[in-house]
């Protein structure tokens, strides 16, 4: 009996940190389409900090969280997003200019700026997430 009250409560604190992540989205999702830009950042962000490690997710959530400062008339914040998702979340160049999120004439115009920092900001990613000693990065990079 023990144990079957134990897997229920495992089952249902499994069912409500689920529903926040969606609920979350869900939300942010709407503000989005009403054009409530600086709320459907705030949710993005909340289910960014809930799926920080789910790369892909992470990666996709940045791009949706770009697109709202974009749409809100804030380039630097846009690019910034982007520069997290490489960053943070191992997002490579092919993930940026694939994006089905961000929009296109965007992406071109910080094209430059995207291929500039593109290579520090990756290395800080691999630094931070494979823990390669520097010296034997530098080595892997030559």
Known sequence: ??????VFMLVFSASIFASDYQQN????????????YQKAVKYY?????????????AQSLCFEISDCYLKAGDQ???FKFIKVAVRNYGATLDDVKSSKILRKDFLARAKGLIDVEYEDLHRAYLLKNYQFDRKEYAELTR
Do not use: Y
Not at 1 to 6: D, E, F, I, W
Not at 25 to 36: G, N, P, R, S, Y
Not at 45 to 57: G, S
């Open 45 to 57: 962000l909340k289910a960014l900090k809930e799926k920080e490690n789910e790369k892909d997710l």
């Open 25 to 36: 989205l869900e939300t942010a999702i709407q503000f989005k389409k009403e054009a409530d």
């Open 76 to 78: 630097k914040s846009a």
């Open 1 to 6: 009996m023990k144990s079957l009250l134990l």
